[in-house]
């Protein structure tokens, strides 16, 4: 067996290491409910994703899965009543994805929000420097793939700031306005300011 650990600059492996035991902890907790992982997966980002990116192809990236895989995830939250698919009002062959009043009422049982009770007890600063350095190792190993990062709509080189503070922001892209809640959103289109 070959070993990383050599080969790897100051505390990479660990970093490494601790990456791992997280991904496995957020696989075990994402067995709550009755559900899999990937039906969580799925719940998460509908609960957060933008009106532009509430599709099968965009969950599909999102979750680097095969569109197979996410068709059958898909199918399986439909059965249990937790989402609801329906044909796009402008495009009647594009299909736009939701969560039912029973999906979104089953977030709070979502077992990785254990993470945000331990976020809580960290410091602001520590928080912060988690937060931007998740980020960028995130950016980072999806660009290896050509993965998009799926960020947030208000950090976007796109997004444009109603500087009145009246809420009428606006999306220089898709050139559609955009409200307070969809800033903090993310967006299958997103990148980085
Ligand atoms: S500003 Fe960026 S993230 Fe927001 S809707 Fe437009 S493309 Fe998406």
Redesign the pocket.
Known sequence: MVSTQYCLPMNDDETLAMIGRLARIVTHDGHAAGLKPAQWEALRYLARA?R?SNTPGALTAYLGATKGTVSQTLMALERAGLVRKSADAADRRSVRLELTAAGAALLPQDETLRFAEALSRMDAAQREALNEGLAALLKARLAADGGRTFGL?RD?R??RRDMEGAGRHR?A??HVP?SDEDTARI?V??EAA
């Open positions: 933008n532009f709509c976007c796109h997004f999306c892209l898709l955009l967006c289109e997103q």
